[in-house]
Each structure stands twice: as structure tokens, then as C-alpha cells.
């Protein structure tokens, strides 16, 4: 094993942004190579399939290469795609893909391991695993090659990439990661010989998923089976969760790119999983329960982080920040722990993603921000009340307006607003409710501020796997674009309102692969084969390419993108499980079309979703009362803001599993 | 109080750029807990200042950063023995801050002040007569080069802006110092003029010194130590 940065080092200077390629961040672990020259230790390539400025970022990434490196028996690397002008210059040179941190051939690791945040970079997974110089076919993979892992949120329905993959891990990594490791490692020490056994023991490891183990029958275009090949395989596979994220207070040195990145700051996770309940969201389904962060644990993961990278801005990340059950005295608390650090009582920045949309979190955003005012963003996600009980995000008119009129006070000028298109049930009506949201904003903005301006963002929606709504067909990209086209028209006169909207193409594209099964992989190999790289980037994509490649192979995107499904129907993914009864997904989604709400369990008694009850696991949360603020489906009145802890009936005193 | 330090960038990190250098110059010096000053307003910046831009993908070990620190603190509370290696400690590797001086008040910016720089160019592709032979242009009386800044073509006389060239002791590298007033000749683009036969993106480029007029004689910035500079050469080799 040595490392190749003799030989690209050249090249890096043929290349737009070479600082991509070089590591050396501040908290990169030179991994000690002896674990591997003396052949011992399993080595992981861990793999972010889109550009350095995306993936560096990731946490998910960042905790697995810290836990495995902590490991004697484990060490672990990162790679990330190498854009159009690298990928081009290493064919023509003979340079594979390498890793970042000692500038290694990827075939000289055991495990290369790619994270999947989403549907578009897949043709970029088969492009890295060919930069890799192993097969793109896990079938064609001999006991030297590679073993190609995938997990994350898009790893929930592997099976557009069963072809390729030798195993998808579902589910959080942190404990799954050392029992691979470990079977790994005894197959190592036995000679590495028989690939087959060593998958099929991989396969008895909970949480993952080896589609070779797997027969899948048809019946003509419908699936009619799904059946283990050997007794000692699973019939299904359920998701990974830990049970306490106070156990794992990762990453303990984040790591702080040389150059500019997506998200450029210090994050710190304060809680995983999401009751509210947004139909849409496959985030909020497969993640659940709510685990808390203890406090105490923010709190000091922040001062020793920002202490650590030099960072002065943190960002406290979690799917709806918010709801954080401690936010307000942990934000009081970082902003004092902050004054300690010379230089940085001045400049230091709080970062809430995913605000709520009250009063009281405006509120709190105001007072965290130092005065900056860069721009707020909401998330109504559906024009009408109507359509957003069909969703199940209850936010009613009253509680968007006075959250964007508690910003505008505040001196915030900019605000979007960020809706979907396509949802089920959806009329025009609904659309157009969109443009009057904008309008009665802006409204508001014009009595505190005259540079008053609202922004509407549109994206397309795509039916994701083990949500309510993995039954409903797609709007094809016609239809969204009209509906895209009813807003701009809606809001051509309208002074202060501007309309944004993603690629519906490219709405499209994802929604072939979203609930694709084995067959689609076929695809995915032509069009990357096609040329189509960087799937998500506007400049690479072409629906001209999926659409062509679905023709030759035969396939129909009326079948696999804009057909509603039937109950009885088996879905491709229906042996892999988050957890979530199959018939809790159906009755929410009659209860969607039914325009019935749900509310959010974790200050409410269980609906029994599943996830709890099937894996034993609770719901952490640090207090039985919901934030100040309210959270929907209790009832509050939101404008009072911060004033009135929520009132919970007496019966309802002790949510269902809420632990201390 | 203001301060002046020198140091490197060498090795992986020569690929970052200018703009990423700051920033990391930005948390360095926060990590080391220096006192620094911010400017006013809804985003205060850290009070530090650079010199000329490096090119990406250049080597220094003549770079420049001028930091003011907040109103109050002393010289005394500042150890401007020990500051070198503090800084370097929190800087990533390839930066190594050589040495640190108060900045006297009134001193003309980095910008304004250099008017020269030293480079060193080299490429496995190329041999000691490839520098001799480069050495030439110096007897051209114009030398056209076709360039682009900003979008913009021009074909500029750049000849004005050679002020020496020759080859290194051991006859390997070629040394050239280059004007840095007005629009100045980047190294990627010596390179392209002195070896027309090879792809100028091959070509190695290390800035040893940065020069200030000083009464008709050139003066370095911050001169370096002898140890220092025994250090750093060890180091480069």
C-alpha cells in the first residue's frame, strides 16, 4: 500500500478547485496504516457520491470515519466524487479513485462504503465503484475486489441498486458499522475465500440487507414475491437505531475543510427522529423515534467544538430544531460559554434550521442572530389548509402570519417560503393559494419595511418508500410545470413576490429511481453509461437520457413514476422495514385523503406507528412538556409565544414512553 | 496594536487558494485565542489584512499577514517569541508562521508597499540548459504576451516586468524576480513565455521573497533568522 499523490498531484493542476482532493482538514485522522500493512485490520473507504463542498459536511460520514478509526481492528479513510474535469483527467493518467486523506487506491481498502442522501447520484456510485477499478456488478466481484456497502435515507429502497451493491445497510450506522467490521475481519483471517458464505453471513447481521440472498419473482410487471434463498437469511430486514444518542456524542473532532463548503460551520446534532408526522417526509418516517441530545452534551459540544476548529458559527441540526425540548436555556447557554472565547463573544452566530413557524421561534432566532438579518426561511409546504391536513404539516394561515409579521418587526426583509407541488388531492385551487400566501406576506412585510420582499420556492413532490404516501402516483413533469406556471402567472403583478422552482425534469428522474425496483438498475447503469454524472447538477442533467434509457430497457415511467399503487400491491421495498406497520402507512394514508390530522406522539398518547413498540425503544425526550411555542396538534395558541407552557389534559399528563 | 508575521504554504495546501487561505487564517487565529480586532457592523470581520495573492497552486514561504488586535492589548501580552509557534499549532499543516514583529503605526499596507517578488520555477520536465536557454528573454527588448484578466483579453508587453532572471546554484530551478506594481506577470505566465515547449500547468512555482523599496535598495519584508531559514530550506528540500 502507498499512496499515489506522486501521480496527482499533476493533475490537480489541471483542475477547477484542487483544494477538493487534498484533505488535510483540521481533524483528519492520519489513520496508522500498520493496522492494514500488517493485513489485520479492515479497512473502509467511506464514499460521499456527489462533490467535496456536499459531502465534507456530512455528519453521517464524519461519525462512521470516527468510530471506525477508534477501533484497533478498523481504520477508515473518505473519498468523495471527483468532478467532470478529475474524472476525465485520471482515466486518461490511470489514476483511480483515491482517498483524500493519505492520497491511497481505493482497491487497496476492504469496504467501500457510499452514503446515499439521495436518488440522483446513484449513476455517480456506479461511476466511483468503476474509478475503483472493481466490477460494477456485485456478481462479477471475486474475493479480492471490493465489498460495496450503501446506507443512508436513500439506501431505504436499495433495490434500483441490487445489482450493484454487495449489501445496504438500513438505518443509523454507529453500532452496525463494528459487527460488519467483525465478520469482515473473521473472514479475512480465514483467507477471504467464498465471497458467497461471507455475504451470506453478512446478511444475518440486523440491519443489513444483501440483495444477492434474495430471489424477487414477477408477475408479469408486479412483483409477486420476495423470498430468502437460504434458511439463514431474514425474510425482512428492519432498520438500525440506537437507543440513546447521549451515548454517542459524534463526532468528537469535526472536521474543517481547507476550502469552501456547503455548510461551513460547526454542527451539532441535538436530536434524531420526528413525530410530527408530515406524510411526505420520508426523513420523518424512517428516523423515528425522538431521541434528545441530553443539554448538558449540546452544550459542551459546542464550546469544545467551536474551541477546536475556530469556527464562529454553530448550527444546531435536526430535523425541526425547534422542537428541541431544552432549546432556550441551551441557546442562553452557548451564547454565555461563548463569550469566554476571545474574539468570539462578537462575532458568534447560532444557526436554527428547519424553523418552526411561530412567534416564538422568530423570536428566538432574532435574539441568537447578533443583529445579522440574512434571510428567513418557512416551510408552509401546501397552499391551502385543506391540502395541508391532507399532508398532515397543520400550520394554519393565522400561525404563517404572524411568524412572518414577529420577522418583518424584528427588521428581517427577506423571507421565503418553501412549497411543494403534486401533493395528493391537490387542486388548483390549492396552487393558487400559494401566490395568495406570498401576497397577504408581503402585506404584512410593507407595514414594517418597504424593501418588504417574500420569495416561493416550488419543488416538484416525489412519493419516497415507507412514508403514507408510497402509494400515490407522481405528477408527471407536464402537469408540475403547469401548476409551477399557475403561480408565476399568479404572481406576475404582484409587487415583492418572486417565484423559484426546481427543474420538474429532474422531479422525474428521481421518482424512476424513488420507487424503482431491481429492474430499474438497468437504467441507472445506461444512463451513467450515457455519460450522466452529477445527476443533481443542473448543467449534467438530462430527462432525455432517463427517458431514452427506460424505452431501450422497456420500462415505463407511467408504470413506475405516475401510477397510483393498490393496497395489495407488493412494493418493491416491502421487505425491508423502518419499523412502521405497513397498515399504520395505509390507514394514514386514507386518513389523508380523508383530510384527517394526526398529532405529534411525542406530547401525545402513541398511535402505535410501530417503531416504538416493534424495537423496544423509547421516545427520549427531556421534558413531558412541549417547547414554548406550541407544536401542533396540541392545541395551543401560538401567538402567545414563549408565555404559556403547553397544557396537556390530564389523561395526556405523561406522554406515552417519554423518559427523563 | 498591530502585528506582521511571515510564513509558509507548502506542500497539499499549495492547491487551496487565496480566499481559502484567509479563511483559514480566520480561524487560526482564533483557535490560538488571539485577541483580534473585528470591524463594525451586522457581520464583523476579523481585522487582518494579506499581501499579495498566491496563486493557487504556488508555494510560498514568503507570505504576509498583518493582524490588528483589539484596542488595549499590549505588546507585553503578546509573546512575539512563542506567537510563531502558537500560530503554526493552529494553522494546518503547510502553514508554518517563521516569524512575527510589531507592525509599526503608519506603515504602508502590504499591498502598496511590495513592489517585487522572488520565484523559484521548476518541472521534472525540465533540464538545467531549459533554464539557461529561459534566461534569454531577458534579451528581448519586448516580450507580447496574450492573457486574459477578468474576462479580458489583451496582448500586454510584459517584458518591463522581468527584473532578473538565472538559474539556481545548482542549476535546476530558475530564479526570477518579477515586478509587482501595476499589472503584474504571474509565474504560470513566465513559465508559458520561458518553456514554450511544454505545458506551463507542469510547472512548479515557489515565492521566496517579497521585496520593498527601501531608499533605492530592495529590502525583504521580514527577514528571516538564519535558523529560520535553515529550517524552512530544510524543510522545502
Known amino acids: ?660 | 496594536m498591530k502585528l506582521r508575521v511571515r510564513a509558509t504554504k507548502i506542500g497539499k495546501v499549495r492547491f487551496t487558494s487565496h480566499r481559502d487561505a484567509a479563511r483559514m487564517w480566520e480561524r487560526a487565529l482564533r483557535r490560538a485565542g488571539l485577541p483580534v480586532a473585528v470591524t463594525e457592523g451586522f457581520t464583523p470581520r476579523s481585522k487582518i489584512s494579506f499581501g499579495l495573492a498566491l496563486p493557487t497552486g504556488a508555494e510560498s514561504i514568503a507570505e504576509y499577514v498583518d493582524i490588528e488586535l483589539q484596542r488595549g492589548v499590549a505588546a507585553a501580552d503578546v509573546d512575539l517569541e512563542t506567537l510563531p509557534e502558537r500560530l503554526s499549532e493552529a494553522l494546518p499543516n503547510g502553514f508554518d508562521v517563521l516569524v512575527a514583529d510589531q507592525r509599526e503605526p503608519g506603515i504602508e499596507s502590504l499591498q502598496e508597499a511590495v513592489t517585487s517578488c522572488t520565484w523559484e520555477l521548476w518541472s521534472p520536465l525540465l533540464a538545467a540548459e531549459d533554464h539557461l536557454d529561459a534566461c534569454r528573454l531577458l534579451e528581448s527588448t519586448e516580450l507580447v504576451l496574450d492573457r486574459e484578466r477578468k474576462g479580458k483579453r489583451s496582448a500586454d508587453d510584459v517584458r518591463p516586468m522581468i527584473l532578473d532572471m538565472r538559474p539556481n546554484p545548482t542549476g535546476d530551478r530558475l530564479i526570477a524576480d518579477l515586478v509587482t506594481i501595476g499589472r503584474a506577470l504571474r509565474p504560470g505566465e513566465l513559465a508559458e513565455l520561458a518553456y514554450p515547449n511544454i505545458d506551463a500547468r507542469d510547472v512548479r512555482a515557489l515565492r521566496t521573497h517579497q521585496w520593498l523599496d527601501h531608499d533605492g535598495k530592495r529590502r525583504e519584508v521580514l527577514h528571516l533568522p538564519a535558523d529560520v531559514e535553515a529550517r524552512t530550506l530544510a524543510v522545502l528540500a
Open chain 1, 1 to 660: 500500500m502507498s499512496t499515489l499523490w506522486a501521480r496527482i498531484e499533476p493533475l490537480l493542476a489541471r483542475v477547477q478547485k484542487p483544494a477538493r482532493y487534498i484533505g488535510c482538514e483540521d481533524g483528519a485522522i492520519t489513520p496508522r496504516h500498520d493496522k492494514l500493512d500488517g493485513g489485520e485490520a479492515v479497512a473502509w473507504l467511506l464514499a460521499y457520491p456527489d462533490t467535496y463542498e456536499i459531502g465534507l459536511p456530512n455528519q453521517g460520514l464524519q461519525i462512521l470515519y470516527e468510530i471506525l478509526n477508534e477501533r484497533d481492528d478498523a481504520l477508515a479513510e473518505r473519498t468523495y466524487a471527483p468532478w467532470a474535469d478529475l474524472d476525465h483527467e485520471m482515466r486518461a493518467a490511470d489514476v483511480p479513485l483515491f482517498s483524500v486523506d493519505t492520497h491511497r487506491a481505493a482497491a487497496d481498502f476492504d469496504i467501500l462504503a457510499f452514503n446515499l442522501s439521495s436518488e440522483l447520484v446513484l449513476t455517480n456510485v456506479l461511476n466511483m465503484i468503476d474509478l475503483a477499478g472493481a466490477p460494477i456488478r456485485s456478481s462479477d466481484r471475486t474475493d479480492d475486489d471490493l465489498v460495496v456497502v450503501v446506507g443512508g435515507h436513500a439506501a431505504f429502497n436499495p433495490e434500483p441498486m441490487a445489482d450493484f451493491i454487495d449489501a445496504a445497510v438500513l438505518g443509523e450506522g454507529e453500532q452496525v458499522v463494528s459487527e460488519i467490521t467483525e465478520v469482515f475481519s473473521a473472514w479475512k483471517a480465514a483467507g477471504r475465500t467464498d465471497r458467497e458464505s461471507f455475504l451470506r453471513q453478512l446478511s444475518r447481521v440486523p440491519g443489513v440487507y444483501v440483495p444477492a440472498m434474495y430471489d424477487v419473482s414477477y408477475d408479469g410487471r408486479q412483483i409477486s414475491g420476495v423470498a430468502p434463498r437460504y434458511a439463514d437469511v431474514p425474510p425482512t430486514v428492519d432498520k438500525r437505531t440506537i437507543a440513546d444518542l447521549g451515548e454517542w456524542p459524534y463526532p468528537k473532532n469535526p472536521l474543517v475543510p481547507l476550502t469552501e463548503v456547503v455548510h461551513d460551520r460547526l454542527s451539532v446534532e441535538v436530536f434524531r427522529g420526528c413525530t410530527r408526522g408530515c406524510r411526505f417526509c420520508q426523513a420523518g418516517m424512517i428516523t423515528r423515534p425522538v431521541r434528545e441530545r441530553p443539554a448538558d452534551q449540546v452544550r459542551t459540544m459546542i464550546r469544545e467544538g467551536l474551541r477546536s476548529t475556530g469556527y464562529d458559527e454553530v448550527s444546531l441540526t435536526s430535523l425541526s430544531t425547534a422542537d428541541f425540548s431544552d432549546i432556550e436555556p441551551v441557546v442562553r447557554g452557548v451564547i454565555e460559554d461563548a463569550k469566554e472565547i476571545p474574539g468570539s463573544c462578537n462575532t458568534m452566530t447560532i444557526n436554527l434550521p428547519s424553523l418552526r413557524l411561530d412567534a416564538f421561534t422568530v423570536g428566538l432566532a432574532g435574539e441568537i442572530n447578533n443583529g445579522r438579518r440574512s434571510g428567513l426561511t418557512f416551510a408552509p409546504e401546501g397552499g391551502s389548509w385543506r391540502l395541508r391536513k391532507v399532508i398532515n404539516k397543520l400550520i394554519t394561515e393565522e400561525d404563517l402570519y404572524g411568524a412572518v409579521d414577529s420577522a418583518f418587526s424584528q427588521g428581517w426583509t427577506r423571507m421565503k417560503l418553501y412549497f411543494m407541488t403534486g401533493l395528493p388531492t391537490e387542486t388548483d385551487e390549492d396552487t393558487l393559494g400559494i401566490a395568495e400566501l406570498a401576497k397577504n406576506c408581503v402585506a404584512i412585510g410593507k407595514k414594517h419595511t418597504s424593501r418588504a420582499s417574500v420569495t416561493v420556492s416550488l419543488g416538484g413532490f416525489v412519493p419516497k418508500p415507507h412514508t403514507p404516501f408510497q402509494w400515490f402516483g407522481q405528477n408527471t413533469d407536464a402537469e408540475l410545470q403547469r401548476k409551477i406556471n399557475l403561480v408565476r402567472q399568479a404572481t406576475r403583478r404582484m409587487g415583492g413576490v418572486n417565484v423559484k422552482w426546481h427543474n420538474p425534469a429532474a422531479t422525474t428522474a428521481e421518482g424512476i429511481v424513488a420507487r424503482g425496483d431491481r429492474r430499474i438498475g438497468r437504467v441507472i447503469e445506461r444512463v451513467w453509461r450515457e455519460g450522466g454524472l452529477f445527476q443533481e447538477w443542473g448543467e449534467h442533467f438530462s430527462l432525455d437520457r432517463w427517458n431514452a434509457a427506460m424505452e431501450v430497457e422497456g420500462l415505463s415511467s407511467d408504470w413506475y413514476v405516475f401510477r397510483h399503487r393498490e393496497q395489495n400491491e407488493i412494493l418493491p421495498w416491502a421487505h425491508l422495514t423502518a419499523g412502521l406497520h405497513n397498515d399504520f402507512l395505509w390507514g394514514d394514508w386514507l386518513d389523508a385523503l380523508a383530510e384527517a390530522g394526526v398529532e405529534d406522539c411525542r406530547w401525545t398518547p402513541c398511535y402505535d406507528c410501530g417503531v416504538c413498540t416493534g424495537y423496544g425503544l423509547e421516545h427520549v425526550v427531556a421534558s413531558p412538556i412541549a417547547p414554548a411555542g406550541g407544536s401542533q396538534g396540541t392545541g395551543q395558541d401560538l401567538g402567545r409565544g414563549g408565555e404559556v407552557p403547553v397544557k396537556l389534559a390530564p389523561t395526556k399528563l405523561e406522554p406515552v414512553g417519554a423518559t427523563r
